[in-house]
């Protein structure tokens, strides 16, 4: 409905600006917890929002999926950095072995944050937990139980006493979840 007292170009040069701005803030606030250490996401080296630009690190290596054997080291090491993520209120949203880059054999890069969102709800970072059980569920089956153990061991000891919160709901989650052996419909 446009009405005819409102500039209609303002407007949308207004919103186009608060749209720049609020993805800007999600760049800084995403990776505000590697200031630190900007080595496991790729890290965003200009953007212009004029243009719609956005010139990233490039990585190379192969996907976690595709790592033949998978190191429990390494996925301790996803586990201390999805902590880092789920620490500063972010989900992934998709969190398989397909979004985890291995570099130089041992350093995990969390990649495509394309349904990534700020949460410090239990339930986000619990689907983000399932995700990659599941993932490694179906990639590795034999290995899947002590590699997300792995996985837990390094997500814990970021995180602490709330991994097990975190894990209890995507344990919940699971149950809701088709197919569940152990599912009781009382």
Known sequence: ????????????????????????????????????DLSHVPFPFFIDPLSYTLIEQVLSGPLLRDVDPIDIGLMKKVGFEVAKLHLSGVVHGDLTTS?????????????????GA???????RGVDLLLLKKSLEANLPDQSHDLFSSFYEGYKEIL???AAQILARSQEIE????????????
């Open 1 to 36: 409905m446009n009405r005819g007292y409102k500039d209609f170009i303002l407007f949308l040069s207004i919103l186009w600006i608060v749209t720049v701005a609020l993805d800007i803030v999600y760049m800084i606030l995403l990776y505000r917890p590697y200031f630190g």
């Open 99 to 115: 979004n985890v880059i291995v570099s130089s054999g041992t350093d995990p890069f969390i990649i495509d944050f394309g349904l």
């Open 118 to 124: 700020f949460s410090a709800d239990l339930e986000d």
């Open 160 to 162: 602490g006493a709330d």
């Open 175 to 186: 149950r809701r979840g088709r197919y569940f052996a152990e599912r009781s419909f009382d």
